[in-house]
């Protein structure tokens, strides 16, 4: 085969390979989305000094065969919300949320909720599954009990 023919061979292949990924769904492309964390003295830790950017950070805990996700975010008043990467409405669909400015947009329903409102109060329907935390020494805790209770979205 010459070269010219090799050449337009190559160009065709690529080609198809952009074509391929252009038409993929976006939520392939999510493979480092989540950190991996372990549970320690019945506990998950995660850095608070990783979250002062105020972005979402997205976690997952492997239990049993089941990943349950889960997100920690910096609210504007300086306190640290944490939820399940998932609802009571939307958790079939199995999408989650992701962070459009001072809120978090359900990519299913594309509902959004403020990140300050985050937390007990705000429970039920849409609302990113709550997920209680405390602040213990420079990183934000969360009861492994809380996490695998979360399972059921997963």
Request: proline share 3%; charged share 20%; net charge positive.
């Amino acid at each position: 085969m010459g070269h010219k023919r090799v050449m337009q061979w190559l160009v065709a292949g690529c080609a198809v390979v952009v074509v391929l990924i252009g038409s993929l769904d976006a939520g392939a492309f999510s493979f480092g989305k989540y950190e991996k964390v372990t549970v320690v003295s019945g506990m998950v830790t995660v850095p608070t000094a990783k979250l002062s950017d105020g972005k979402a950070h997205y976690y997952s805990l492997e239990d049993g065969g089941k990943t349950i996700a889960f997100f920690a975010v910096k609210a504007s008043d300086g306190s640290i919300r944490t939820a399940f990467d998932a609802c009571d409405s939307c958790y079939r669909a199995k999408k989650g949320y992701e962070q459009q400015g001072d809120k978090m947009n359900c990519k299913n329903c594309n509902q959004k909720f403020a990140i300050n409102r985050l937390g007990p109060n705000a429970t039920g329907g849409c609302n990113p599954g709550y997920l209680p935390n405390r602040l213990t020494g420079g990183a934000v805790v969360i009861k492994a009990e809380d996490l695998k209770g979360g399972a059921r979205y997963f």
